[in-house]
């Protein structure tokens, strides 16, 4: 068999740079291992970012059907039973894009909204059950699971977007170095009250729930464990995982109360990783294969459909162009590389915040979101960051208004500064301004 790029994972990196490739005309395979929808847990929150992404493959109408818009973060940090929960929230609206807001939908409900729209493209090839089991310079070696059969296919790109086990970056000769955390989730997704429309974070300074609302009156729910102490938990009755929930928040008070089994609930282990190496020859990897990054925002999704992004506009350019030649891959890590090295370092630094259950940190990290919500510029950019829009980064300035050793800021961000620090479309695609193709 031949193609012209060869995905080794079907996930939603893997999906969104196959659609991107078939509506360019470029011949792409998908090849998936899983022979349909996973009950396991992965990314669920669309940022402003990957929806503008998802707008461009014209499959935004369907995701708006099947999500949730969320367009503020309610934070709640609450206190002994004297005194009363301190909110503050942080709002997308302040954002400078047509979508200011993130949206949920389930996981496996996007994967088959870009898999519905690739197969509409006769260059689009999807196989299920199928895993990458060798590569040999441009050749692939197939396996079917269910058929229990073996193939080759001959192609000019090999993308490795199988997750965190990638036999991609293990053809390169890529390792990466785990960072594990002093902290696992429990995540499970039960009804909502109607009423439950925006995105909540509620934490005390040893415990963290974060809530985002699904279509249907659901939501998604992760509760922050120490390390080692799932185990322990699942001897309990479940009425004890309700009452860690409803402690939390007492709306979820007949909520919560309908998972009726330790089974329903899965136990996530966050670790992040941030790979060396993006490009080799005619190989790249995208998403977690790539890097792996606490999830404190579905980061993770967004990364991988934004890495798909910028890798399929750059594989259609060089097609387009007959410019084939393997170097040119590099303008990929030139503009990924450093964005997904913001934004994870942001997420471990949000981790830490809540993950030490030490009263002084929990004072300090109710006394910078307050303060932050107050600050203009601190507020825009943490939610520019988090987006995936741009980037501008924290300065020791910043850290001292949030901390309270410097006056919060009243003025209004310039147009000026606002465009500084969005991401053009000469940034997303700087080969195209320079002609740089070879």
């Not at 919560?256 to 670790?271: A, G, T």
């Not at 370092?345 to 915040?353: I, V």
């Amino acid at each position: 068999m031949r193609t012209s790029v060869f995905i080794s994972g079907g996930g939603i990196g893997g999906l969104t740079l196959g659609l991107k490739l078939a509506q360019c005309g470029i011949d792409v395979t998908v090849a998936e291992r899983l022979p349909g929808p996973s009950p396991i847990y992965k990314g669920e929150l669309l940022q402003p970012k990957s929806l503008e992404i998802l707008d461009s493959l014209g499959v935004i109408d369907s995701i708006f059907e099947n999500g949730h818009k969320i367009s503020d973060l309610e934070l709640t940090e609450l206190k002994n039973g004297k005194t009363e929960p301190e909110h503050s929230l942080m709002s997308y609206s302040i954002l400078p894009s047509q979508y200011p807001f993130s949206l949920m939908i389930h996981h496996e409900t996007l994967k088959g909204i870009l898999l519905n729209k690739a197969s509409g493209y006769p260059s689009f090839h999807y196989h299920s059950q199928t895993v990458c089991k060798e590569i040999q310079g441009h050749r692939v070696t197939l396996e079917n699971r269910k058929e229990k059969e073996s193939f080759e296919i001959e192609c000019d790109f090999i993308i490795g977007a199988e997750g965190r086990s990638s036999v991609t970056r293990d053809y390169m000769d890529v390792t990466v170095k785990e960072k594990n955390y002093n902290h696992h989730f429990l995540t499970v997704t039960f009804p909502r009250p109607q009423e439950m429309v925006k995105g909540k974070i509620i934490s005390t300074y040893q415990s963290f729930l974060g809530l985002f609302p699904l279509p249907e009156n659901e939501v998604r729910s992760v509760y922050l464990i120490p390390a080692g102490e799932y185990k322990s938990l699942r001897k309990k009755p479940i009425s004890e995982f309700h009452k860690l929930y409803i402690k939390m928040c007492p709306d979820l008070d007949g909520y919560v109360n309908q998972i009726k089994d330790w089974k329903q609930i899965q136990l996530m282990v966050p670790l992040k990783y941030h790979s060396g190496t993006y490009v080799k020859d005619h190989l790249a990897i995208i998403g977690d294969a790539a890097h792996t990054v606490h999830p404190m925002a579905g980061e993770g999704m967004n990364m991988a459909i934004q890495d798909g992004d910028v890798l399929g506009e750059l594989l259609c350019d060089m097609y387009k162009e007959a410019k084939l030649t393997s170097s040119n891959l590099e303008w990929y890590p030139k503009v990924r590389r450093k964005r997904v090295s913001h934004q994870m370092h942001l997420s471990h630094l949000s981790a830490l915040a809540y993950s030490y259950p030490y009263r002084p940190i929990g004072w300090l990290r109710k006394k910078s979101l307050q303060r932050m919500e107050r600050d203009n510029v601190s507020h825009y950019k943490q939610m520019l960051n988090i987006s995936g829009l741009g980037l501008w980064r924290e300065t020791l300035h910043d850290r001292m208004i949030q901390g309270g050793v410097l006056p919060i800021r009243s003025g209004r961000i310039s147009g000026e500064e606002k465009g500084n620090t969005t991401f053009t479309e000469t940034q997303d695609y700087p080969w195209k301004e320079t002609e740089a193709l070879r």
